[in-house]
DNA sequence: GAGGGATGCGGCGTTTTGTCGCAGGGCGGC
DNA sequence: GCCGCCCTGCGACAAAACGCCGCATCCCTC
């Protein structure tokens, strides 16, 4: 796993940003943190190189992947990955075309994104042949609106159709929040 | 929407190859149809022009998207795009960094095909803002999962892990395959 | 024509969900 | 301080969905 010296991070969210900063720095790199648009563009002409960038995709009005060009404009070496909430295919397909070399799905910590970083997505390692059961993937998607509502129980229960009660008998039946072993 | 003059088309399934090969060839375009990795390999070498190619994804053992690198190198300008029972994103990242296009999944009918073929993806027009409804990725993953399975509700059931009772439920209350108006 | 597998459907007990309501906790403004 | 606002956790109860049985039917194959 390559660390990058120098990163830039795009991140509006600033408990989540400041958080992901320090989780980078930990393992060595020197990391430049904008929280919009605008800024990371100002930051990008002001730095003298970048080895890696993660951007986050959703920063309100502003879509994180308009970086992706004027970013590889500059710096065409630099390895791009974008973040994201609640990842599409067709946003996966788009990022891509642009030139970012992987997309990741929130929660994501300082390894996934190394990991995202350094791993040339290319080869099909791996990649699932089974489909996952719905009870898999109704737990994946409801973990992602809860942090991209910042854990917020009654906006994620409004955003994915059900009722607040609901989901909290859900979550209160799975108590870990990232790891999954069987289905 | 371009409809391409010559489109090689890698498909497994009887049935769905011929299908999509006459609704193909119905919009004015040559279809050259292979059923596996090896057989597309050798018309590739035979075909003196290609403008699209549209492949499956999932192929027994083998994996649709190891044409695209040597149908590119063939054949620079071909439009290709990918197609799969139940798309993951990490499989339209792998696919979209070796040259494909698009990356749709099933089921796809004509119009799919051709829109994807002609639209280019990188443009991040109407990409979801909100996450969809928790009923809605179900429904769309349920199909995907019936597609898969050519529409056997038994064994579709079985990889959802719910009761095929359940999914014959389930399927009489939304009559309607492909669309959905509200959630 | 016997066997295997897929389908559609009724019924019934169990589980889950929707929808109330209520108490408590943070938090900013008057 | 105190008030309203929003989020949270949870009890209760009816409605809906689900798991699980069984059975009749149909199709295909050997």
Redesign the pocket.
Known sequence: MTVPASLLLLEDDDILGRQTQRALARHGCQVHWATDLGAARRLLATLPALDAAVLDQNLGADNGLDLITPLLARFPECRVIVLTGYGSIAAAVAATRRGARNYLTKPADANDILDALSRDPGDLEALPDAPPSLQRLEWEHIQRVLDAHQ???????DAL?????????????RPSPKHFERD
Chains 1, 2 share one sequence.
Do not use: D
Request: hydrophobic share 30%.
């Open positions: 854990g917020n129980i009654s906006r994620a229960a159709g059900i009722h607040r009660r609901t989901l909290q008998r859900r979550l209160k039946k």
